[in-house]
């Protein structure tokens, strides 16, 4: 049987980019990036540092999200190679 | 304060509704094996097994002692969730394709199903999650006593533990799923999940908008060392930290059991790509504020890692309190109750289950009860390692030590990755290399960071910790080979995982892999491209399938057993039992992985097989061969266009020895003819003179002197053809000598004169002053020099016969030009005058043998010089001979 996802151009799209956020991610929370923002003041009564990673931390998820939508495609076709796969319906949103 | 009553009596009822979730939930999958529960949003909730009472308690405490450092835990499992889910998404299919049903299962399933691989994994797990377990059951016991005032440590303790063994032996073994899945602990994971969501969020906004005055006030005040921590905070100990959460996310057993095994749909993890980094998100959130909250209004002595729950009760808010109390109860059991079904899967399948085999090996076919044997031995091993938690705790007093054991947990199921992801990623990785890359992280990180971690004179003395064992400082344990000033975690997890890492990637370089290791490396691997192909299969042997239905019903059930059989031998259009085919054990050997692990479902079938080895044409079917059968097809086209280049060769050889060999045909048969000719006439002559007696005197010294110049010429005619074959062997040295070119030329001239021809010939000779000189033999230039003036004179057919001799220096050569104006040669003539035995269009039959030419060349070349055929523009030529100056 031929390759189901990663022959699809989505998944393999969505892989990359995926890989594209890590690979930013990796710069932005370790050093010498993170060091930059070791500075001793606030914004809007954060401190930097602690502002810094938790709004790298937030920009990450929010990138997750955007390539999640073309990966749940991709894996509607590979998915149930051998369990009991009923489609779900949708992905509920959590509540908070 | 809270009456310990309530807090039994919510405990209690807070445990009957989980109870109640999860046999809901087990019921329900069993009519329908779908819905809402086995939505993304439950598998992601599940997943958050990760976030246990270490990080619900302990990461307040960590953010109080080092500031913002805790946050590394949460951003290592982030980056793998929102950038390297393909990997997850991998070990998902992985796990689904084979059956895999622990992470020791997997790894040892991908090196050739390996069961002293497996057995290592196990005990690796169980030692790294023994102390884990007991921080859970020190968590609890702690925020109890917190609650309860001082009821005794230990009698809490066990009950928790006790509590959490019925739990898990009553929703974890149940039954033997064949995907070792449990629907119903799932749901009621996911629901603690959010208990313990909520709760930390309920803190942390009442700390911050309660009892601050919102997040600017919070941190208004706060010293930037706060945050920072007492050391550099992102320096190494951030790296290595963010790098061990990420490696703890994949690698911890029960984080393997949930991502993985319990993954009902590949797709879900597209959701839990973002969720669950959201999830953590919010879980740490707070973290900070009721953390510095805590500093500032907390007594100096109280346990920052019970700010959660000490700040509401300082605060006279009970049920917010209840709720935290919940909030840690619920991430405790949580994990404990998924790592003890991780690691008694691990224990039963790896160790049970193989030991039984062993003692049941005399009776063929009759496994005995193996399903319930499974089954009792889970529950065995489920109780066995929550006792080793609880002894753990005991044993450690319950002191402060524990609290740094998550990591040291981390570190030692990091020992896993190489292999993990070395088996997923490269086919060239062997059994050997990650038996010893293991073997070697995990001695390492024993020494290290966990005997270490007991702190003095209980593993290591403290001499040994500080000095080193027997005083040997190179052999300290926090600064192995001198490698000090490093964090102790840093230091540890430099030597171990890339001890570990290396020797992994060098032993699988140096040994070779089974066949059935490579077949499972390019299952793995290429799973994407195989999708659901068919994992290894077994020769088929002498067997009866009625082994293989007694086996499947004693593991799987009778019901499910008759159902698989059935539907095999649908498939193969036959009624009743099918016929054992590879398929047959193929499909068999993958239902049984489910239940009992890939190494001891290969090992009973294989038994019943009767074979062990993975046949040569099963394997042919796989890409790793087909690779082989490329590369060996290349070499084939290399070896046949050089087998061609070399026929070419030899179709030129051979061209060349056939003309050889006719040259020498003809060369023997000119010889012959040329020396027949003489004998001929010496011959009848001769026969003349005897056989007739009366002969004229006169007419007698004619007929002898006939006889004498034809002998004479038959023996000049021997001399030369000796000449030229000594002179072509190279048998013949000349000796060189420094010799004038125009006393050989007048030389060779005063020899002529006797010729008759010669007496008209007007000789011309040109050429430089006498202090020209070259290298030569006298007696072979003469000879040389005399058969090309001598061919000058005799072939001239002009009325003034003329010779010119020139003589002249050309860099490092003498030229000796001779020129007549008889006409020369012609261009034909000129390309097979030098052949022997040719002759001149001018000469006539008996003039010579033709060997005078060759071998004046011969000599020529043998004095390192040349004889050739000069042709002018005007189409008149000259016989040129070179010769090296002296």
């Not at chain 2, 008996?846 to 071998?855: E, Q, R, S, T, V």
């Amino acid at each position: 049987m031929p390759d189901q996802d990663m022959t699809q151009t989505p998944g393999r799209r969505a892989r990359d980019r995926a890989m594209a956020i890590l690979l930013v991610g990796i710069a932005l929370l370790m050093p010498p990036v993170a060091q930059v923002f070791l500075v001793d003041d606030h914004i809007l009564g954060l401190p930097i540092p602690v502002l810094y990673i938790f709004v790298v931390w937030g920009a990450l998820i929010l990138g997750a999200v955007m390539i999640s939508g073309p990966l749940k495609e991709s894996e509607a076709g590979g998915s149930g190679a051998g369990g009991n796969g009923t489609p779900d319906p949708q992905n509920r949103p959590t509540g908070d | 304060m809270l009456s310990v009553n309530l807090l039994l009596g919510v405990c209690l009822g807070y445990v009957i509704l989980l109870f109640a979730v999860a046999f809901f939930v087990d019921r329900r999958s069993e009519r329908r094996p779908a819905g809402w529960l086995h939505s993304p949003v439950v598998y992601t909730l599940s997943i958050s097994v990760y976030c246990t009472s270490w990080t619900f308690y302990g990461a307040v405490g960590s953010a109080a002692r080092n500031g913002l450092e805790f946050v590394t835990i949460y951003l290592g499992p982030t980056l793998v969730f929102v950038g390297w889910w393909w990997l997850l998404r991998k070990l998902v299919r992985i796990g689904r394709a084979h059956r895999v049903t622990s992470i020791a299962d997997l790894i040892s399933s991908r090196y050739g199903k390996s069961s002293s691989l497996a057995v290592l994994i196990t005990l690796i797990a169980v030692i790294a999650v023994t102390p884990y377990i007991a921080l859970q059951l020190q968590s609890v016991t702690r925020s109890y006593q917190v609650i309860a005032g001082d009821a005794d440590a230990m009698t809490t303790a066990f009950w928790v533990a006790a509590g959490m063994a019925l739990f898990t032996i009553l929703f974890g073994t149940r039954n033997l799923d064949a995907n070792e899945r449990h629907h119903g602990v799932v749901a009621a994971i996911a629901l603690e999940a959010i208990v313990k969501l909520l709760a930390l969020i309920a803190v942390g906004v009442f700390v911050t908008y309660g009892i601050a005055d919102g997040v600017a006030d919070v941190f208004e005040n706060v010293h930037p060392d706060t945050i920072r921590g007492t050391t550099d905070i992102f320096g190494p100990r951030w790296i290595t930290l963010t790098f061990l959460s990420a490696t703890a996310i994949i690698c911890l057993p029960r984080q393997f059991q949930v991502t993985v095994v319990e993954n009902v749909e590949e797709r879900h993890l597209a959701t839990a790509s973002w969720l669950f980094p959201l999830y953590l998100f919010g879980m740490t959130i707070f973290i900070m504020p009721i953390a510095l909250v805590g500093l500032q209004v907390m007594p100096t002595d109280a346990n920052p890692d019970l700010f959660v729950l000490s700040i509401p009760l300082a605060h006279e808010r009970h049920e917010l309190a209840l709720f935290a109390f919940l909030g840690g109860f619920s991430s405790a059991t949580s994990m404990v109750i998924v790592a003890a079904i991780a690691v008694s899967t691990m224990v039963s399948n790896h160790i049970v289950m193989p030991m039984a085999l062993r003692l049941l090996h005399g009776t063929h076919a009759v496994i005995g009860d193996v399903r319930n044997l499974l089954l009792i031995s889970r529950r065995i091993s489920i109780g066995i390692i929550l006792c080793l938690g609880f002894l753990y705790f005991h044993a450690s007093g319950g002191s402060d030590a524990l609290a740094a054991i998550g990591l040291i947990a981390f570190v030692g199921v990091a020992q896993f990755l190489p292999s993990l992801l070395g088996g997923i990623f490269w086919r060239g990785a062997t059994c050997t290399g990650a038996l010893s890359g293991l073997v070697v992280g995990f001695a390492l990180w024993a020494y290290t960071l966990f005997l270490p971690s007991f702190g003095g004179d209980v593993v290591f003395s403290t001499a040994t910790l500080t000095q080193g064992p027997w005083g040997i400082s190179l052999l300290r344990p926090q600064a192995l080979l001198g490698l000090a000033g490093a964090d102790p975690l840093v230091h540890a997890v430099i030597w171990s995982v890339g001890a570990n890492a290396l020797t992994f990637l060098i032993v699988s370089c140096l040994t070779q892999a089974t066949n059935l290791e490579r077949f499972q490396a390019a299952m793995f691997v290429n799973v994407f491209r195989a999708s659901g192909g068919a994992p290894s299969t077994i020769a088929t042997g002498s067997h009866d399938t009625e082994d293989l239905f007694i086996l499947a019903q004693r593991i799987l059930g009778s019901e499910p057993a008759r159902k698989l059989f059935d539907e095999l031998a649908e498939e193969q259009g036959t009624t009743g039992l099918p016929l054992a085919s590879d398929a047959v054990f193929a499909r068999l050997e993958r239902e049984l992985a489910g239940s009992i692990g890939a190494a001891s479902a290969h090992a009973m079938v294989t038994r019943i097989a009767g074979r062990e080895t993975v046949g040569m044409t099963d394997l042919i079917d796989i890409a790793d061969e087909t690779q082989q059968l490329i590369e060996t097809s290349r070499q084939l086209s290399d070896k046949s266009a050089e087998l061609e280049q070399t026929a070419q060769q030899l179709r030129e050889v051979n061209e060349r020895l056939r003309t050889l060999d006719a040259q020498k045909d003809e060369f023997l048969s000119q010889i012959s003819h040329e020396l027949r000719t003489p004998m001929t006439a010496i011959q009848s002559f001769s026969e003349t003179l005897i056989t007739t007696d009366d002969i004229a005197p006169n007419e007698r010294e004619r007929f002898v002197s006939i006889i004498h110049s034809e002998s004479r010429r038959l023996t000049r005619l021997l001399d030369e053809l000796l000449d030229i074959s000594r002179l072509e062997s190279g048998t013949m040295e000349l000796q060189l000598a420094k010799i004038e070119p125009q006393a050989a030329i007048r030389q060779a001239l005063d020899a002529m004169s006797t010729m008759p021809q010669v007496a008209g010939v007007d000789v011309r000779i040109d050429g430089p002053s006498d202090d020209v000189f070259v290298r030569a033999n006298g007696d072979r230039i003469h000879q040389v020099l005399l058969n090309i003036l001598s061919n000058a004179v005799k072939y001239n057919d002009s009325d003034t016969p003329e010779i010119a001799i020139s003589t002249r220096r050309h860099g490092r050569h003498v030229v000796i030009d001779v020129r007549d104006n008889g006409g020369g040669v012609s261009r034909d003539e000129a390309a097979v005058i030098f052949e022997k035995f040719s002759r001149g269009s001018k000469s006539e039959r008996g003039a010579g043998a033709g060997l005078g030419l060759p071998i004046s060349r011969t000599i020529m070349r043998a004095m390192d010089g040349d004889l050739t055929v000069e042709f002018d523009p005007d189409g008149s030529s000259c016989f040129r001979l070179k010769l090296l100056a002296a």
